[in-house]
């Protein structure tokens, strides 16, 4: 069965991030399609990119990052709840992305924003960064607002429609998972 990740992109205290994404979980899990799991950047405490060699080179010499690359080696998708931080995601996620090459290659994503105008921006810029790094990103998205979705921005209160957008775009990754599968064994074979 497919293995999807929710990856809580926040590890700011106070977040909205946590919430989000065990709304996101708590929906997913009543699929039969797929499995989902939680996966919180703070279980990780990556620092800074401190590794030698680029991720292309599949060389990691620490070990926060060979627990790291374990974990997202794990899954076939990705679902990824981002906060927006002035027109980007959040410094963490970009950081905890660019520790892995390979791990992310072959595989879908969608994604799950949040901020005042929803995340679209967060959103835009993550979409680059998975094309470079061979993840098939999907069409449909939600985006929360923290003004009509939150209340008092910071107590989540989805509008009924996100259910939908949420169904819509795990549809399509797990499609998108599902469908790049050969790749990913033909890859593994080669590799190994």
Request: aromatic share 8%; no cysteine; charged share 25%.
């Amino acid at each position: 069965m497919l293995k999807v990740a929710v990856i809580i992109g926040s590890t700011r205290p106070g977040r909205n991030g946590e919430a989000v994404a065990h709304w996101v979980h708590n929906l997913a899990a009543k699929r039969t399609d797929a499995e989902f799991e939680l996966v919180d950047l703070k279980d990780f405490d990556l620092p800074h990119l401190d590794e030698e060699m680029p991720a292309v080179t599949g060389q990691y010499n620490r070990p926060h990052t060979r627990k790291w690359a374990a974990k997202i080696a794990s899954f076939d998708a990705y679902v990824f709840v981002t906060p927006e931080y002035n027109r980007s995601t959040s410094g963490v996620l970009k950081n905890a992305i660019d520790f892995l090459y390979a791990e992310w290659n072959n595989k879908a994503a969608g994604f799950v924003s949040y901020g005042v105008e929803g995340g679209n921006r967060a959103v835009e810029a993550l979409r680059l960064v998975m094309g470079e790094l061979q993840v098939a990103d999907v069409r449909a998205q939600v985006a929360l607002s923290l003004v009509t979705d939150f209340e008092n921005f910071s107590r989540l209160q989805p509008a009924a429609q996100r259910e939908d957008m949420l169904t819509t775009m795990l549809d399509q990754v797990i499609a998108w998972g599902e469908a790049l599968r050969p790749l990913r064994h033909q890859h593994a074979a080669t590799a190994g």
